[in-house]
């Protein structure tokens, strides 16, 4: 398998252009996980899918941030209209589903590094 | 919010030293992991431990956790130059029920060869 898939790698956009950061989990796992990574923060939890199901997305920063997932190979992050605070790193993670307590490890996607200017 | 905070924020040994960095966490938990990132990528499942267990090994690893004083701690022995990167504990919150992970704030090792 070639893990989790996430593209773009790199994007620098102007503010006020949408964004929309893709990406692919592992075959099986039925949860998926977007995180944004930046210096002051760390690592935040953004939502979560369990098949293909948002499950928790308190922690999107506000309406300018969606995510979908249209079917278990496949999902999106769009911001719109996009700003210089949003500039981080995206993390996309996919795992077994949570049951009973028991979680799995995460599989982590390389990342979308996102610069808006 | 910051589940876990990991100390020390920066370790710097020699290779073949030993490592240790500690996590403390405020919930009740059902099983903590440890996660590693080498610099420019995604992070990478290292171990995990569940909230009945008080130890456990991989390698050159070991991980213990002390579930009375919500803390964790990850052993590197026999430390590689290859083994610089940052290493994260994350949990997920018997209290509310969240499965999802929260990560700590991380711990920056350097390994000098």
């Known amino acids: 398998d070639a893990g989790v898939i996430q593209s773009p790698r790199h994007e620098v956009t102007e503010m006020g252009q949408e964004v929309t950061l893709r990406c692919k989990p592992i075959s099986g796992h039925n949860s998926l996980f977007w995180y944004r990574q930046t210096m002051m923060r760390g690592l935040e939890l953004l939502i979560y899918f369990n098949n293909n199901v948002p499950i928790d997305d308190s922690g999107m920063p506000e309406d300018r941030f969606s995510a979908k997932m249209p079917n278990a190979s496949f999902s999106t992050l769009k911001i719109q209209p996009s700003e210089p605070r949003d500039s981080a790193v995206y993390f996309c993670?996919?795992?077994?589903?949570?049951?009973?307590?028991?979680?799995?490890?995460?599989?982590f996607g390389s990342g979308t590094r996102l610069t808006v200017v | 919010s910051q589940q876990g905070e990991e100390d020390p924020q920066a370790l710097s040994i020699q290779e073949g030293e030993n490592a240790t960095m500690n996590c403390s966490y405020k919930?009740?938990?059902?099983?903590l992991q440890w996660y590693r990132q080498n610099s420019g990528r995604g992070l990478v499942h290292l171990i995990l431990i569940r909230s009945n267990e008080r130890e456990k090994h991989s390698g050159r690893l070991r991980v213990t956790l002390d579930t009375s004083k919500k803390s964790s701690s990850l052993l590197i022995t026999a430390s590689r130059a290859a083994d610089t990167a940052s290493y994260f504990c994350a949990t997920d919150d018997q209290d509310t029920g969240r499965r999802a992970l929260t990560f700590g704030s991380g711990t920056r090792l350097q390994v000098q060869p």
């Open positions: 993670a996919s795992s077994l589903r949570a049951y009973k307590g028991f979680n799995y490890g995460y599989t």
């Open positions: 919930t009740s938990i059902n099983n």
